[in-house]
Structure formats: C-alpha cells, structure tokens
C-alpha cells in the first residue's frame, strides 16, 4: 500500500461516497485521510462511516487518518413574509431583531453579537458574498445600512461581517455535541471553523487534550492578520478558500494562500489546501485545465496535503476525482523544477536551536549526499517525522511508532509512510527493524542506504537526538 507520492490527498465522505464499496475505492484510488463535515449528516451517519473506515483500516493494515470538521456559528438572516426580497443598488435595508418576517425594507438579524460589534463603515456580505451593505447607523439592536451591491435576497442566507472581530466563540451547542461524538468515536484530527483568534484554538485545546491533533480552518480575515500566532499554538492548517473568498477580495486569496503555506512549512505545521480544487468534476468525469493547475500549484508551494469537498462527498464521480488529484500530484513531483523549487524554498525553516532539528538538518544533508533510499523516523508522539517532513528530503520517510494514533495523525504528513509497529530497546533491535520494514513495504532493496533517526531512551517523546546510516 505505499503511495508513490509526497503529498497527501484529504477527501471529504458524504452521500455519494458512504458505501463501504466506494469507500475502499477512494482509498485505492489514493486517498489518505477521510474527512466527515459535521455541517452536514447526523451522528448516526458519522458513526458508521468511522465503522467502515476503521474496518477498511484493519483489511489493509495501513493506518487511515480521519478528520472531523466542526461546523462553526452560523450567522443568517431571519425569514420573508412574502418571499425572497429584491434589493436595489442604492437603497435602503434594515436589520433588527425584531423575528417579525421581512420585507424589502428590513429582516431580522438574530444575532445581537454582530451589532455589538458593529460600527458606521462596517461592510455587511449576505448569501456568500452575492449581496453587499454597508453600515451607515448603528445600536445593540439594529443597523441601518445602504445597498452597495444588490441582488435576491431568501431566507436564512449566510452573513458574513468582514475586518470585525466577532464577540462569540468558536465552539457553539452543536460543536460541543459533535465534538464529543468526534472524540468517542477516536477522531484523529479535528477541524477548527471560524477561528478568529489564538484563544479559540486554546479553548478547544482544553477540551480536546491530547485525545485529537487540532487543524484550524484559516477562513476569517481576523484569523490571517494574527498567522503567526495561530499556526504556533495549533497542529496544523487548513486553507479554507472558498470562505477567504467571501470576506476578502478574490485577488487576494492567492497571495494570502502562499503566505499560510510558508508560514506553516517555517513552523513545520501540516498544512492543507482546501476548496473547489476540482469543483468541475462535481458533474464532470474530469476537470479544467484551470482546476488542474490549481491543484499543481499547491504541489509546487511544498503544502501538505490538498482536499476534495462536494466533489468526493456528493459528485458525480468521486473516484476519478481521487485519481485525477492522484495524478496530477504524481506529475508534479515528477518534474525535476519540482524538487528545484523545494529545494530553493527550505529557508522558510525558522531555526529554533533544539538538537532535534539538528538532527533533521544533518539527515536531510546526508540523504542528498548519499542518495538514500529512505528515511526511517522511530517516533512516539510524531515530533521527530514532523521535524523530518519540515526538511521536505528527497527520499521518502518511513514513520515508526508504536502509538497507532500516532501513526494515524501523521497520515496528514507529507512524505510520511505511517507504520505502526512494537517498540524497540535497542540500537542493534532499531536498526534491524528499520531495515527490515524498509524493504518490507518496498522502500529500499537489500544493500541500498538508509538514513535512521529516532531519540534515545526509545519511548520518550521529543528526544530526537540519535542519527544512523544503515544498509537495508
């Protein structure tokens, strides 16, 4: 079951994908980590895709990570008492909370949060984006506002309130209740939605412990001009384009795009690059060439991983969508500018002094001088084969760990083979081992090098501090 990719493929499961059948499929065609939208589906759908994923986990002895992605606050308008409302450029539209049904003059707002935060100026975006106000008067209990760009305005469409910072948190009734589902069931990651601050991620942390990795959807404003301190104190990104799109000029969305990339690989956090990456093949059995270059371009910014949405989880075709994406990565690694580009881009690493990272630069170094076959990281908490993927080496990483949820999580990783195996209490046991499961699974013949790395006493996390050149 080795990949003969780096890069990861996160595809979404929904109806047209929740068939044991298909699900093995998708994870033939190259998926290797699941992801179940909470925005959508009960607790008894989810329950049993985990059902099926841990089961197809246990046929093919290949650790399969699976992500679950909290829904996040919802902000809509009320309802209309005679239909949608048309609003004209130019005039003018209340919001209030009054629940009375609306008009074309006015709707409710059932969210006092928003006008708590509200100021003249603010702008105002209505069904992702389509329909535009702007805030000319304001309380705690309405806003009077001036249609900048107008359009058909239905019931209960999304509002979104762009450069404000919003009074509420990340985690509503709904994602409490989902994420203790997520956690029962032994979800490997969970997805932040509406992260506006460090301190939403801290607030989930405590709930979480260390039962699940946190990956945030980077999707507000808010959330990008604080980057830095975000990315530090989660485990990992999600590019969350689609919703970037909406509070923020489209133009921007590819530089802003870039930026998380090389801010995530500096602080090597798993990043993922997320939304309508092939939203053609929703109904086409292939996609654009644009849609393609799109996917290659994350390929060529060293990110983690890239995800399918609507596409895997209610297209048409899900499985060529898998393989479409599987292709297109495989090319792109191909390309010998491809490694050029990696290889230019290592700068970005933010140096912290710890012998761990020494230990990953000198393993790095010494695979392109010996051209080893593999890599083979022994680790507990996953520390040393994120340090090792951060170095984005030539030869691919075989990942030991005796913790399977470890060897789950780091399925996220880009060019981390997850193995889950017994410890070793050994040098002599390690290297054995190591070479052993190299050829094993097809990373190395009999009498090619390979780099080991591991942390001695064996078991304990974060001591990286050991370095092997070994003969398979």
């Known amino acids: 079951m080795r990949r003969t990719r780096n890069a990861k493929i996160v595809a979404t499961l929904g109806p047209a994908s929740s068939d044991p059948a298909v699900v093995r499929q998708l994870f033939m065609a190259g998926v290797d980590v699941f992801r179940l939208n909470f925005s959508h589906g009960s607790h008894a759908d989810h329950s049993e895709r985990f059902k099926t994923l841990r089961a197809l986990e246990q046929e093919t002895g290949r650790p399969i ?3 679950a992605d909290l829904q996040g606050p919802k902000l809509r308008v009320g309802t209309f008492a005679d239909g949608p409302a048309m609003l004209a450029q130019g ?29 003249p100026g603010a702008e105002l975006l209505l069904d992702d984006g389509k329909l535009r106000l702007v805030v000319e008067r304001c309380s705690p209990d309405f806003a009077e506002t ?16 762009p450069g404000v910072v919003l009074p509420i948190t990340a985690l509503t009734d709904k994602d409490r209740r989902d994420l203790a589902l997520a956690l029962e069931l032994g979800a490997d990651w969970i ?8 301190e939403d991620v801290t607030e989930a942390r405590a709930l979480i412990g260390d039962r699940a990795a946190i ?19 989660t485990d990992a990104v999600m590019v969350a384009r689609g919703d970037l799109g909406v509070e923020l000029p489209a133009e921007r969305v590819p530089s802003i795009q870039k ?9 090597g956090k798993p990043v993922i690059v997320a939304t309508q990456m092939l939203e053609s093949m929703i109904d086409s059995p292939v996609p654009t060439r644009a849609e393609a270059s799109d996917v290659a371009t994350a390929i060529y910014e060293g990110a983690d991983a890239v995800m399918l949405s609507a596409e895997s989880a209610s297209g048409k075709h899900p499985v060529l969508a898998v393989d479409m994406m599987n292709r297109i990565i495989e090319q792109v690694e191909a390309d010998p500018a491809y490694r050029q580009l990696i290889d230019a881009s290592h700068s ?27 890599i083979v990281c022994y680790t507990s908490s996953g520390h040393t084969s994120l340090r090792a993927a951060r170095e984005r080496p030539e030869s691919p990483i075989l990942s030991l760990t005796p913790r399977l949820a470890t060897a789950r999580r780091l399925a996220l990783v880009w060019g981390v083979h997850s193995v889950h ?5 050994g040098v002599d046991q390690m290297t054995a081992r190591a070479s052993e499961v190299a050829r094993r699974d097809r990373f190395a013949e009999a009498g090619q090098l390979i780099v080991v790395i591991a942390g001695m006493p064996f078991g304990t996390p974060g001591t990286t501090n050991l370095i092997r050149i070994a003969t398979a």
């Open 65 to 67: 990570g699976i992500l």
């Open 91 to 119: 005039q003018a539209f209340r919001l209030d909370l009054d629940k009375a049904p609306g008009t074309a003059e006015r709707v409710c707002l059932p969210h006092p949060e928003i006008f708590a935060a509200l100021v």
């Open 146 to 161: 001036r249609v900048v760009v107008g359009g058909k305005l239905s019931e209960r469409k999304g509002v979104n309130v």
């Open 191 to 198: 997805a932040l939605s509406f992260v506006q601050r460090p």
């Open 215 to 233: 990956v945030v959807k980077l999707e507000k404003p808010a959330a990008v001009e604080r980057l830095d301190e975000i990315v530090a104190v």
């Open 259 to 267: 930026r998380i990339v090389r801010t995530c690989r500096a602080l």
């Open 348 to 374: 970005v690493a933010r140096p912290s002094g710890d012998v761990a990272e020494a230990v990953c630069c000198a393993m790095r170094r010494a695979v392109t001088l010996l051209h080893a076959a593999a």
């Open 421 to 425: 195996t017994a410890d070793v209490d």
